[in-house]
């Protein structure tokens, strides 16, 4: 293993991207590399190393589809079970679907919902509450003909865990996979960390140039910690040293977590994604034309890079981004933590490391993903601009401010509040707030307090105020008091 090379490769590109802190776990057949790079947080001088912690986000997943596979190990489940037969409450939008739901459905998203990403900034819907809210997701594509990617489906595996072993899914993946791997720094989620002084601080740009949702480049600030918790679809967090533990596990074909059979089940091809310029994969499939195929396993995606078979996940969630690749015929495996919420510094990691060790060296990734990052919020904010050009703030709204307030009521978001403060509108939804701008007539501007992490939504009035909609994503609440 070439570990200068990928040093220098690796303190390149964090540099070109701004990135305060990092880190990385390589496996090469027996070799292991594991490096921090950069500070626990900009500004400060405490540095990263191997065991400092991060949020992996969705990288989760491939750890809650293990533990699904230890279940069918032992006899206690079955991958094409049917979803009733352990939660009998189970609901969908279509009945028929919720009675047909298998195991194998929620673990390669193919239920063909909505995403509805929203839900997990309330911060105040558990699983189960999560759970019931289901029912009002609406088919975004017909059930088992698409791949639509949503963190709900891998809550209802976590459920499974618990209604099957009768442990939390906290309890049962500390036991079976940290344990069971010597991973000792490796938590479920924020509230089990035992470590807050080795650990990296979240960061994104403030700088409202660009909206936060593409906001890849500039200068990063420490934000608050969203502390997720208890999420079998992305609050893992963990370490450099403690992630090598994993891949070499994922390289023994699962040993010693899984049996072949159930290891190869879980890394085998089973939704074919129709529309990847269009997906999660997009900056990636964008830069890999020559890909022959995109498919999403369970809990991975499995695809091909330079002719080998490749299984991949990323994970994003707010202040960080990490990617977790293996390639089972090379013995080739590596991790990459960042502590930046928006940012393509992991994908362009993820090529280059990968390049390092399959012995190639004909792309400059950085270079290329910053290019795509910059075309992405180039557009972004030219489509910004143009409605900014559109806004007429001079249409006065139909009403006095006071009528806009109240308690409005989403089916599937819950409740959100309007009260005037400071002589203007303010929204709270969870643990969040807003302040509404005017913008024109009955629409106003929501300035989330998630600095750097979640777009500003616009909001329409009817004009007698009874109802308000997110436009963003069409979610139409009804005054409720």
């Not at 990403?117 to 911060?123: G, I, P, T, V």
């Not at 949503?150 to 940290?178: C, H, M």
């Not at 994970?315 to 981004?321: A, F, H, I, L, T």
């Not at 390639?327 to 362009?348: D, I």
Request: proline share 4%.
């Amino acid at each position: 293993m070439n570990t200068q090379q990928l040093n220098e490769t690796i303190s390149k590109t964090l540099t070109a991207w701004n990135i305060p802190g990092a880190a990385v776990a390589v496996v090469q057949g027996d070799d292991v590399f594991t490096q921090g790079y950069g500070v626990l947080e900009a500004g400060k001088p405490e540095t990263v190393n191997a065991d400092t912690i991060f949020a992996i986000g969705s990288t989760t997943k491939a750890f809650t589809s293990a533990l699904i596979g230890m279940l069918v190990d032992e006899g206690k489940l079955s991958w094409d079970d049917l979803v009733i037969q352990y939660i009998p409450e189970f609901e969908l939008y279509d009945d028929w679907v919720a009675r047909h739901v298998t195991v194998r459905d929620l673990l390669c998203h193919r239920l063909g919902l909505e995403r509805a990403q929203r839900l997990y900034y309330h911060r105040g819907y558990d699983q189960r509450e999560l759970m019931r809210r289901m029912k009002y997701l609406k088919p975004a594509v017909g059930f088992r003909t698409g791949f639509n990617y949503a963190n709900q489906q891998y809550g209802i595996a976590g459920l499974l865990v618990e209604a099957v072993t009768g442990k939390s899914w906290d309890d049962f993946i500390t036991e079976r996979i940290f344990n069971a791997l010597n991973m000792s720094r490796s938590f479920s989620g924020h509230d089990r960390i035992t470590d807050n002084k080795n650990f990296a601080s979240p960061h994104a740009v403030l700088d409202e140039t660009y909206p936060a949702g593409v906001r890849f480049l500039g200068e990063m600030s420490a934000i608050e910690n969203f502390k997720l918790t208890h999420e079998p679809a992305g609050s893992i967090h963990t370490s450099a040293n403690d992630l090598a533990q994993w891949l070499k596990a994922l390289l023994n074909n699962g040993a010693p977590l899984l049996q072949p059979n159930t290891f190869n089940e879980l890394t085998t091809p089973q939704v074919v994604m129709q529309d990847v310029l269009n997906s999660e994969l997009a900056p990636l499939a964008y830069l890999q034309p020559a890909t022959h195929f995109w498919t999403y396993a369970l809990g991975w995606w499995a695809m091909d890079y330079r002719g080998e078979k490749v299984l991949m996940h990323g994970g994003q969630m707010p202040g960080y981004n990490s990617a977790v690749a293996f390639f089972p015929q090379r013995k080739l495996a590596l991790a990459v933590m960042v502590n930046v919420h928006q940012t393509l510094a992991h994908a362009a990691l993820f090529y280059a490391i990968s390049d390092i060790l399959l012995d190639k060296k004909d792309r400059d990734w950085s270079t290329e993903f910053q290019m795509v990052a910059q075309g992405y919020m180039a557009q972004v904010k030219g489509q910004v601009d143009e409605m900014r050009l559109k806004r007429d703030p001079n249409l006065p709204p139909s009403n006095k401010l006071d009528s806009y307030t109240g308690t409005f009521s989403n089916d599937l978001f819950g409740e959100m509040t309007v009260i005037i403060k400071d002589d203007s509108l303010n929204l709270k939804y969870g643990v969040n707030t807003a302040t509404l701008e005017h913008w024109q007539g009955d629409t106003f501007l929501a300035h989330w307090n998630l600095k750097g992490l979640m777009d500003d939504s616009m909001i329409a009035f009817s004009p007698n105020s009874k109802t308000m909609t997110l436009l963003n994503d069409r979610a139409e609440y009804r005054k409720s008091s």
